[in-house]
T-cell receptor, first 114, second 114 residues
Framework: DSGVTQTPKHLITATGQRVTLRCSPRSGDLSVYWYQQSLDQGLQFLIH???????AKGNILERFSAQQFPDLHSELNLSSLELGDSALYFC?????????????FGNGTRLTVT | GDSVTQMEGPVTLSEEAFLTINCTYT??????LFWYVQYPGEGLQLLLKATKADDKGSNKGFEATYRKETTSFHLEKGSVQVSDSAVYFC?????????????FGKGTKLSVIP
């Protein structure tokens, strides 16, 4: 158990809808990262938050947004969903913001868009 | 941009066989290199890492050496077990200080049969 909690585990929704994925980092971790894992693109970095502030953006679509709250949990919002958004979305946390401290991944949220 | 290429699977080995999973990378500067493992239904777990040229990362019998001259970070294990069956991802972090933006390879599925 990595200590990172993601909810829900599975989500099935229709095209055009909006969903929210939630992540609770390990206790004491200030950084939260979001990654998308799909069959065609593999694992791709989406966005990084550190102690409530956005630190870096990767290949995140404009239809997607995220935030990190004062209690350090994070939410990833996906809107105007398309079939191609179906993927496994991972959250990871670490103590600091750089690569000196290891990333701990949650078990992911599997999103299916029909 | 940064990229990671790893051998495509699936790889099927008998128990106690020798394992090599090739990984090469393209990056500017001097990235940190990682191997992550993903067991079925779980998130990724850090297996080992190396932060500079000629460093050897090792864990649970797995080893990988950071080879700058060949831009490689091949994963090896002398004697695999059934419990090693998983998907293995090679990754690099070329973002420098401040954020942990991992670039992953496509993953190699390993199946070990008794």
């Amino acid at each position: 158990d990595s200590g990172v909690t993601q909810t829900p585990k599975h989500l099935i929704t229709a095209t055009g809808q909006r969903v929210t994925l939630r992540c609770s980092p390990r206790s004491g971790d200030l950084s939260v990262y979001w990654y998308q894992q799909s069959l065609d693109q593999g694992l791709q970095f989406l966005i990084h938050y550190y102690n409530g502030e956005e630190r870096a953006k990767g290949n995140i679509l404009e239809r997607f947004s995220a935030q990190q709250f004062p209690d350090l949990h994070s939410e990833l919002n996906l809107s105007s969903l398309e079939l191609g958004d179906s993927a496994l979305y991972f959250c990871a946390s670490s103590v600091n913001s750089g690569s000196g401290s290891p990333l701990h991944f949650g078990n992911g949220t599997r999103l299916t868009v029909t | 941009g940064d990229s990671v290429t790893q051998m495509e699977g699936p790889v099927t080995l008998s128990e106690e066989a020798f394992l090599t999973i090739n990984c090469t990378y393209t990056a500017t500067g001097y990235p940190s290199l990682f191997w992550y493992v993903q067991y079925p239904g779980e998130g990724l777990q850090l297996l080992l890492k190396a932060t500079k040229a000629d460093d050897k990362g090792s864990n649970k019998g797995f080893e990988a050496t950071y080879r700058k001259e060949t831009t490689s970070f091949h994963l090896e294990k002398g004697s695999v077990q059934v419990s090693d069956s998983a998907v293995y991802f090679c990754a690099l972090d070329g973002s420098g200080a401040g954020s942990y933006q991992l670039t992953f390879g496509k993953g190699t599925k390993l199946s070990v049969i008794p």
